[in-house]
């Protein structure tokens, strides 16, 4: 799986680290490869704007540290940041015309621990607006082009991120993840896109979409790039009363371990009708290589899981519709002018500031919290949440990871599912259970298609269960033994 498409792509930063420590390798020349890739690469439209000053006073740091023997953890990771997670000085419009021009007074936790170990960011990325979506059609400054077919989706919300990465733009990036939006476009683009449990990471400086939902999750070109990010990101936060305080293992030593004894759940609801063949043979695939690598197969059953898209539709644009109740016009943001009194203002500034789907969501959000419906609907989305996660733990007594499809079809084209909203909230029904469980998940290249597009599968397990995750999904990154049944094993730019 070392297929690179792009001349002149950044390396895995596993691949490059060596040559970085060693200082065969400069970070500031990596970081002006990088923004010169970024600027060539416009047309994806992947980034929302590169800080090009800070990104090289910040690799002439790390240089430095280099040079004195001191070098951070992740020292020379070019990376890139989803305009949702806040950075000092920077903007973060979170894809949305209500947040043109406001700029962040803080860093993000997760942003600022990657930096105090030397990784370097270079651009915030293109998003669907307020992370709603799931295909980067949604935001305000345009749409984001997948890399391997600019006529194709590169999967949303956290399209802008996978398209830096897999262009070779970016070693990896960050990206977040509320039903499914780091992992759904991992999957269309053919990189590696890692869900933490709920808690891993801390979500201080992450604008909420869904607060019981959301998490910081990684884009990389590799699994043990994204292991080793998480085990920086990883741990506490004072200013994250969600954060857990669980023991933080050291993820990137996962990644050479053995699979032998592991057990790999396989949910029959995961490969029913509705699954392109490709991506049904390519699951196939990759449960026997795990078997052959001395896993464990065990059929399992999610009897709850048809009824995910659902649950985390009613519950998501529940918690939207209080969220984003504070773009009001009155604190920060857009401000509707010549309106006459304070409701005016607020009508017209939500009407000017948000995009047809984020009013879509606090519609039905509102809808389903009114005294009319709310038992109807929400409370009873709350009970199902519950019989999911049950449903998790009952599979979890048996197997150790939960394998299945990223998604039901490889990337579609621009423009094809915009006219219809429940086709394209369908994209993401394997990836909704596991945030409603607050569990973590990866979706990893897993070959193309008939068409040569990317096809992702996913590796969902047990709540603080990363090290299992990642042991297994090294195991399927790693190059066959034998040919597969899949036309190539070869997945996209890792």
Wanted: with cysteine; aromatic share 6%; charged share 25%.
């Amino acid at each position: 799986m070392s297929r690179q498409p792009f001349p002149d792509s950044l390396r895995d930063y596993s691949a490059v680290r060596e040559d970085i420590l060693s200082g065969a390798v400069r970070i500031e020349t990596l970081t002006e490869q990088a923004l010169r890739r970024a600027e060539r690469d416009a047309g994806l439209n992947a980034f929302t704007c590169l800080c090009r000053d800070q990104a090289l006073e910040d690799a002439a740091a790390a240089d430095r540290t280099v040079a004195a023997g001191r070098p951070g953890r992740l020292a020379g990771l070019i990376l890139a940041v989803k305009d949702l997670i806040a950075m000092e000085g920077l903007p973060t419009t979170c894809g949305s015309r209500m947040l043109e021009g406001y700029v962040s007074p803080y860093t993000a936790t997760a942003v600022r621990r990657l930096r105090s170990e030397g990784a370097v960011v270079v651009g915030r990325t293109n998003m669907d607006e307020f992370g709603m979506g799931s295909s980067n059609e949604n935001s305000a400054f345009g749409p984001v082009r997948n890399p391997l077919d600019p006529e194709r989706t590169p999967g949303g919300s956290s399209g802008g991120s996978a398209a830096a990465v897999a262009s070779g733009a970016v070693m990896a990036a960050l990206g977040t993840d509320t039903g499914g939006s780091v992992r759904q476009p991992a999957a269309h683009t053919g990189t590696v896109g890692l869900r933490p449990t709920y808690g891993r990471v801390s979500r201080h400086g992450l604008v909420a979409f869904a607060s019981s939902l959301d998490q910081i999750g990684t884009l990389s070109r590799s699994v043990e790039d994204a292991a080793r990010m998480l085990e920086v990101m990883a741990g506490p936060d004072p200013l994250d009363a969600t954060s857990s305080g669980e023991h933080v293992p050291r993820y990137a030593e996962s990644v050479g371990r053995e699979v032998t004894g592991l057990a790999v759940g396989l949910p029959r609801e995961f490969l029913d009708d509705g699954v392109d063949p490709d991506i049904r043979a390519a699951v196939e695939n990759a449960a026997g290589r795990l078997e052959r690598a001395g896993g464990r197969l065990v059929p399992v059953s999610l009897p709850h899981a048809p009824w995910g898209i659902a649950t985390y539709y009613l519950i998501c644009t529940a918690e939207a519709s209080s969220n984003l109740a504070r773009y009001d016009g009155a604190h920060y943001g857009l401000r509707a002018e010549e309106a006459e009194g304070l409701d005016a203002m607020t009508v017209r500034t939500r009407h000017a500031g948000f995009g047809n789907e984020v009013k879509r969501r606090i519609l039905l959000g509102t809808y389903v919290l009114s005294a009319g419906y709310i038992e109807a609907y929400y409370r009873k989305a709350l009970k199902a949440r519950t019989l999911i996660v049950r449903d998790f733990d009952e599979v979890f007594r048996h197997c150790d990871v939960v394998l299945g499809p990223t998604t039901p079809t490889t990337a579609f084209r621009l423009g094809e599912k915009t006219e219809d909203p429940m086709a394209m909230y369908l994209s993401d029904i394997f990836t909704v259970t596991a945030p409603l469980a607050g569990l973590p998940a990866v979706s990893i290249p897993a070959g193309l298609d008939r068409n040569g597009l990317p096809v992702g599968v996913q590796l969902t397990g047990k709540r603080f269960g990363e090290e299992d995750l990642l042991a297994a999904a090294a195991c399927l990154e790693r190059p066959p033994a034998s040919p597969d049944a899949v036309s190539s094993s070869e997945g996209g730019p890792a």
